[in-house]
Each structure stands twice: as C-alpha cells, then as structure tokens.
T-cell receptor, first 112, second 115 residues
Framework: SQQGEEDPQALSIQEGENATMNCSYK?????LQWYRQNSGRGLVHLIL?????REKHSGRLRVTLDTSKKSSSLLITASRAADTASYFC????????????FGKGITLSVRP | EPEVTQTPSHQVTQMGQEVILRCVPI?????FYWYRQILGQKVEFLVS????????KSEIFDDQFSVERPDGSNFTLKIRSTKLEDSAMYFC?????????????FGDGTRLSIL
C-alpha cells in the first residue's frame, strides 16, 4: 500500500507567500517527519511530530497531524527563494528500529 | 553540527562489478540505515542495522546486497554484482536512539551509475 502521499505534486508561489503541503498515509504510525531535498543533495530533516501531537512549530515551519484522517500538513510561512526544494513526508512505524516510508515528494518553487 | 558523511559522492561502475558504498554515521548514533532513490522516484528503504546485525530489510535488499560495520565508525553497503537497475542515489542515515522522538539524519548520498 502507498504510504506518505503528498499533494500537490508541484507548487509555485511568490516570495513572501505561504506554502502549504499535505501528506496522507494509510497505516498506523509512531511519528511523521518532513524532510527537504535540494536538487542532487541529501535529505535534510525539518521537523518531527509524534502521533500523540497535533501541531508543532519550528521557526517558519508549522506542521499539523490528524491521526483520525491519517493526514499531515506542512506550512512554510513568508517563503523565500531559498525554500525552493523538494519536500517529503516520511512516516515512522511503531518498532524501535523503524524504517521511514517516504512519499513521492512535492516540488516547491518560490519565485523571487 | 555533526553530520553523516558518505563516500564517494559519485561512483561509476561496469555492470557485474562489485561496489562498496561507505558511510560514517554520527558518532554517538546506534541505529543505521541505507535507502536508495532512483531518479525521479521515491526514497526507498533498503536495510536497517543495530547492534551489529540487520534489524529489517526490504524486498530490494536481496542476496546481492550486504552491509557491514567493520569498525567503530564506518558503515558500508556492498553490491556484489551490479545491475543496470541498481543505478540510483544511495543514502545512509543514522539515529541516536530507538525512541520515536529521534529523527534519522541523512548523508548527502552516493550517486551510483551502472554502465
């Protein structure tokens, strides 16, 4: 089954606007994480939200988690051109050594 | 800030050859992972490693693949006889503890190109 499916697949906004990205998943999770990937580079961890949390903030990032709907959203406020990247949600299962299951990612373009 | 480092950044290999991808996880981390990302596709889990043994492996991680932690710092992924479809970006990740509050930290990856 698919896990961690993001939408939209691509998002283009003007600098200063907010960007909202959504992620849905199918199985039970222990946490959900968002990562950023600049072209050709590695995955940079942005924020982790546990299954018993509903909202979390980190700087210009705000993530929400609705376990009843099996969905999460990532909001980037006051976007900058440097935020241009691919964003992935990844779900962590319930095992102590749990792997991450990634979605296909969202390509965010922030126009200067 | 401590980082996961991977070498080489790009590896070009002839089909059928063996390749070893190297990773140095963050020093106090205990859990280690390999993922791969075929161009334009999802990041896929390959294998997890803890306490000097494989904890979990995916269907992709067949007998051609192996992992090793030969010393206290390195974590390697070996592909014995590479195939064209092994061409991908390979990411190593590590995590401090097994608790679910700890994120996995990724290296910049090794781009493997099989000719």
């Amino acid at each position: 089954s698919q896990q961690g499916e993001e939408d939209p697949q691509a998002l283009s906004i003007q600098e200063g606007e907010n960007a909202t990205m959504n992620c849905s998943y199918k199985t039970s999770i222990n946490n959900l994480q968002w990562y950023r990937q600049n072209s050709g580079r590695g995955l940079v961890h942005l924020i982790l939200i546990r299954s018993n949390e509903r909202e979390k903030h980190s700087g210009r990032l705000r993530v929400t988690l609705d376990t009843s709907k099996k969905s999460s959203s990532l909001l980037i406020t006051a976007s900058r051109a440097a935020d241009t990247a691919s964003y992935f949600c990844a779900t962590g299962g319930t095992g102590a050594n749990s792997k991450l299951t990634f979605g296909k990612g969202i390509t965010l373009s922030v126009r200067p | 800030e401590p980082e996961v480092t991977q070498t080489p950044s790009h590896q070009v290999t002839q089909m059928g050859q063996e390749v070893i991808l190297r990773c140095v996880p963050i020093s106090n981390h205990l859990y280690f992972y390999w993922y791969r990302q075929i161009l334009g596709q999802k990041v896929e889990f390959l294998v997890s490693f803890y306490n000097n043994e494989i904890s979990e492996k995916s269907e992709i991680f067949d007998d051609q693949f192996s992992v090793e932690r030969p010393d206290g710092s390195n974590f390697t992924l070996k592909i014995r006889s590479t195939k064209l479809e092994d061409s991908a970006m390979y990411f190593c990740a590590s995590r401090m503890t097994g608790g679910q509050t700890q994120p996995q930290h990724f290296g910049d990856g090794t781009r493997l190109s099989i000719l």
